[in-house]
């Protein structure tokens, strides 16, 4: 059943140049916006060129200070967020930069939940011991970006089901799915396992032999069979 959900509309474009760390670089229009639900101050970063593609290619990313800003090892967030830019920029779509920092705990509370990591807890029963839920991230902003971005049909670039199952219920229809690559380190394996095994993500379907290599078609993206997911 889809949810109604109440318009955002956008507030400002601004072109930005990117350059990550290995010296990837790229441009983006961030977007930012008005009327969203929770009030973040949530931004989508348009990469390529979104309206020429038949099916934008969009990720979710939830803001990581520990991996997007400073590297950290004990996620993928970084990685993944670096994957994303190069491949939709290659295709066209968004970057939604959602601030849900430690799966919607906030930053101080995701870093005493590593604190009980690292005393034998998984990423999930820390969430838990804390007295949260394991996974408190809410999509209906995002589902408000998309619509006012005129992003209604999209290619969904993620491994999380939740966040197609979120955005579908919020009038967005997920045309296809494309999984990311696995980025897997010796300090983030037991994480990886824990999102596969606990929150159903799609990791332990894939071959460790391509760790951390995006499946990437050679020409421009035009459907399922050309971006390696189901329709």
């Known amino acids: 059943m889809t949810e ?3 318009a955002a509309a956008i507030r400002r474009r601004i072109r930005i140049p990117l350059r990550f760390a290995d010296g990837y670089s790229s441009a983006a229009t961030v977007v930012s916006f008005v009327g969203l639900i929770d009030a973040q101050q949530h931004v989508a970063l348009e ?10 290619l969009v990720r979710l990313h939830s803001e990581c200070l520990t991996g997007d800003v400073f590297g950290s090892q004990r996620c993928d967030c970084g990685p993944q967020l670096r994957e994303a830019v190069e491949r939709i920029t290659k295709h066209g779509g968004y970057v939604l930069y959602l601030r849900q920092e430690g799966r919607g705990i906030g930053l101080y509370d995701k870093l005493d939940a590593y604190a009980l990591q690292d005393r034998g807890l998984d990423t999930y029963d820390a969430n838990l011991a804390l007295g949260h839920q394991a996974d408190e991230r809410d ?12 992003a209604d049909r999209i290619a969904l670039l993620s491994n999380n089901p939740d966040k197609g199952t979120q ?23 037991a994480y990886l396992a824990t999102k ?17 290599r995006p499946r990437r078609p050679t ?13």
């Open 4 to 6: 109604a959900v109440q």
């Open 47 to 56: 990469l390529g060129r979104p309206a020429a593609a038949a099916l934008p």
């Open 139 to 150: 999509y209906t902003s995002a589902a408000q970006m998309l619509h006012a971005l005129g």
């Open 167 to 189: 955005l579908a219920r919020l009038g967005i229809t997920i045309a296809s799915r494309v999984p990311t690559a696995l980025h897997l380190t010796g300090a983030n394996a």
């Open 196 to 212: 596969a095994q606990r929150g159903g993500h799609d990791l332990l379907s894939r071959s460790f032999d391509h760790a951390g």
């Open 219 to 231: 020409g421009p993206l035009a459907g399922p069979a050309d971006l390696g997911f189901e329709a």
